[in-house]
């Protein structure tokens, strides 16, 4: 079975520095989706990022990027130019192409920015 | 367009009874799924449907049952609630089944107290 681990429950940034969260996941299939979801406390799940894991090339989004490591089976989210409204619970999600149709979540990393 | 709109948004029940969910998925789009969000844990999967059809049903009791309808909403019924039940019950829409490469929208849950 596939999981997903966030080992940092709480991080915080300085407003316009850079932060980067952290997720790892097990999985034996060579397929697969990887995204990264903010939750703001509105309680709607955003997404922020998407990997597929056939790219070698590194998701990025605006001031949202992501380091995939497939070997390693880690997907950190770098976010860049931190701003107030980024302030979230951020969950890092895996999604098998095979025979599963669900999304697997960590457990999430609250982050804040200070201004 | 309207996004993925729940109700209700927040709720209160007494263990033993019986509740019902409502999701209505974004215009054109026929896949619905539903999970669970426990307080500070990540959501888990609950059910998929695609089409009317179950497609996916995560590791939860016979208590909880969905369905989904001709206009594609949907609809969670819990019943003989326990206080474990308490949660935020997320609603994701997807234009196609989850198979493919497409992107699940989120509602803003309906909060679920069981007193």
């Known amino acids: 079975a596939q999981t997903v681990t966030q080992s940092q429950p709480e991080m915080s940034v300085q407003e316009a520095e850079t932060v980067t969260l952290s997720c790892t996941y097990d999985?034996?299939?060579?397929?697969?989706?990887l995204f990264w979801y903010k939750q703001p406390p509105s309680r709607q799940m955003i997404l922020v990022i998407r990997?597929?894991?056939?790219k070698q090339q590194n998701a990025t989004e605006n001031r949202f990027s992501v380091n995939f490591q497939k070997a390693a089976k880690s997907f950190s989210l770098k976010i860049s130019d931190s701003q107030l409204g980024d302030a979230a619970m951020y969950f890092c999600?895996?999604?098998?192409?095979?025979?599963?149709?669900?999304?697997?979540w960590g457990l999430g990393t609250s982050l804040a920015v200070n201004p | 367009d309207a996004g993925v709109t729940q109700s209700p948004t927040h709720l209160i029940k007494t263990r033993g009874q019986h509740v019902t969910l409502r999701c209505s998925p974004i215009?054109?789009?026929?896949?619905v799924s539903w999970y669970q969000q426990v307080l500070g844990q990540g959501p888990q999967f609950i059910f998929q449907?695609?089409?009317?059809?179950?497609?996916g049903r995560g590791n939860f009791p016979d208590r909880f049952s969905a369905r989904q309808f001709p206009n594609y909403s949907s609809e969670l019924n819990v019943n003989a609630l326990l206080l474990g039940d308490s949660a935020l019950y997320l609603c994701?829409?997807?234009?196609?089944?989850?198979?493919?490469?497409?992107?699940?929208?989120f509602g803003q849950g309906t909060r679920l107290t069981v007193v």
């Open positions: 994701a829409s997807s234009f196609r089944d989850s198979f493919q490469n497409t992107e699940a929208f």
């Open positions: 215009s054109g789009h026929k896949s």
């Open positions: 449907y695609y089409e009317k059809e179950e497609r």
């Open positions: 999985t034996s299939e060579s397929d697969y989706y």
């Open positions: 990997q597929e894991a056939y």
């Open positions: 999600a895996y999604r098998s192409v095979y025979s599963n149709r669900k999304l697997i």
